[in-house]
């Protein structure tokens, strides 16, 4: 049995250092494209001898990805901080009180996650011209927390369920402390490893929203990342050491990010996953 047991193991760890390795090239064949002068057509495979840093500095003022950066900062930034807030205040009613109202708004939610966000594009589009929200950071901050609302909710509601006990809550409750009290001094400090795998998932489709953004954002002054980069590349589509560098400097944010909160990230996903 111990036999068997290794022998899976080494398999196991031998699929995985494949995958690792497959998902890891592309990111090589960027960084070796981003380092190399204009005048090293060697094979992407092999890595310079020369680093051109120029090509970073070059792709950060070419492309404004400064100010894109910092658009795109913000909208990231008070759209996840909403998100945590209403999405956890929201959750701890429909996980703690089983009425038939919250178990309708709960399985609403759900069913609002199956919906193609572009299924409301053009009315969408029509309110957010008729209310004069257009090329504004609230405009791409309310979509996203109203994308992304559902799935909070959700994560929350069964991270809620099946990992903090009512009996915190209820001795809390004997000691006269109210419902707010409970939530913000007792719950919600236990939700940081769910908060944490929101902060990934939401961070990351917020960061790199195109299909949104490219209709609401169109001027110059308020694009975020990745239009910023669509016109980039199509202006510089033979100028590939550019595009790579350009690349590789919007994804370290939330390459940083994912580093950082990673340690929570399975294990909140997995808890907010189940008994929802």
């Known amino acids: 049995m111990d036999y068997i047991s290794s022998k899976r193991k080494i398999t196991l760890s031998t699929f995985a250092l494949i995958f690792a390795v ?80 919250n178990r309708f708004m709960f399985m609403f939610f759900i069913a609002i996650m199956v919906v193609p966000p572009l299924a409301a594009l053009v009315p969408l589009y029509q309110l957010v011209v008729n209310i004069g929200l257009m090329n504004t950071h609230e405009v791409a901050i309310f979509n996203n927390v109203a994308s992304y609302l559902p799935l909070t909710i959700f994560l929350y509601a069964g991270f809620i369920r099946s990992t903090i006990p009512k009996s915190l809550e209820e001795a809390a409750r004997i000691d006269g402390a109210g419902t707010f009290r409970i939530f913000f001094q007792i719950v919600f400090p236990l939700l940081k490893p769910v908060t944490a795998s929101i902060l990934i998932i939401a961070c990351v489709y917020i960061w790199n929203d195109y299909q949104f953004a490219i209709f609401f954002l169109q001027d110059e002054t308020v694009q975020t990342m990745t239009v910023a980069l669509s016109r980039f590349f199509g202006e510089n589509a033979n100028n590939i050491n550019l595009v790579a560098a350009a690349a590789i400097i919007a994804t370290l944010p939330m390459a940083i990010l994912f580093l950082l909160l990673q340690k929570h990230f399975v294990k909140g996903l997995a808890a907010g996953s189940v008994k929802g």
């Open 22 to 101: 497959l998902h890891f090239l592309p990111f090589y064949i960027l960084i070796t494209t981003a380092l190399k002068t204009k005048s090293d057509f060697s094979s992407k495979w092999v890595f310079p001898t020369e680093f051109s840093w120029s090509n970073f500095t070059e792709a950060w003022q070419v492309a404004n990805l400064g100010n894109a950066l910092l658009n795109t900062g913000i909208i990231t930034f008070f759209a996840a901080i909403s998100l945590i807030v209403i999405g956890s205040l929201a959750a701890y009613p429909l996980a703690r009180r089983q009425t038939k109202l």
